[in-house]
């Protein structure tokens, strides 16, 4: 039996328009001035919508951050998601390597907003806390991936793989910082080649 497929009512699509032009003007509005510098003010008189109508979707401009926050970071988390199963230890340190450059290079394209981010994380509690579970979102699956290597007889057993999937997140959250603040000296294909190296062959046997 088809079911017919339950059209939203033209109330719910205008509200869903007002809110992604809030999240539209937010994104605008923080890119040019900042996070800190940013009112919910000036946000809403791009969107060109009323006060009342903007704090029925968002209570100020930390939640709007943090929604525009998680749209980039799911954008990171494609990459996180790549298939993961390997069956050499090659395989595996290319499928690695993938990922770095990509993890990276996402850095770089996403830069004028990923520098709000980092702003925005120093000064709001909210905006920091969902960082923090954004972060240990990558760490598990990170550490999901090198309980498959070790399972399958690729990666060494003597090591706790969320405290490695912990360290190797760090290491590449360094790098990323350091391409959205622009203090970076070297090219993304050497700090992909030199991070890459060192993780995987502290953690795959014979690499």
Known sequence: MNKEIEQPSTRKLKSIQT?????DAGRD?????????????????QAETGYGTAYVHFKNKDDILIVLMEDVMDRFYVIAE???KPKTKQEACNL???QVRLFLEMANNEQPMMQV???????SGDVYNKWRSI????IQRIAKDIAYSQKNGLARLDVDNDL??????????????DIVRNENSSTTEDIVHN????????????V
């Open 164 to 177: 490695v999937a912990r360290g190797w997140f760090y290491a590449n959250e360094m790098y990323l910082w």
């Open 135 to 138: 972060r240990e979102r990558f």
């Open 117 to 123: 981010i980092e702003e925005a994380i120093r000064i």
């Open 82 to 84: 790549l298939p993961f």
């Open 195 to 206: 991070l890459t190296e060192i993780y995987t062959s502290g953690l795959y046997f014979g």
């Open 96 to 98: 690695i390597q993938k």
């Open 19 to 23: 809110k992604n032009r809030l999240l």
């Open 29 to 45: 509005i923080f890119i040019k001035y900042g996070f800190q510098k940013a009112t919910i003010s000036q946000i809403i008189k």
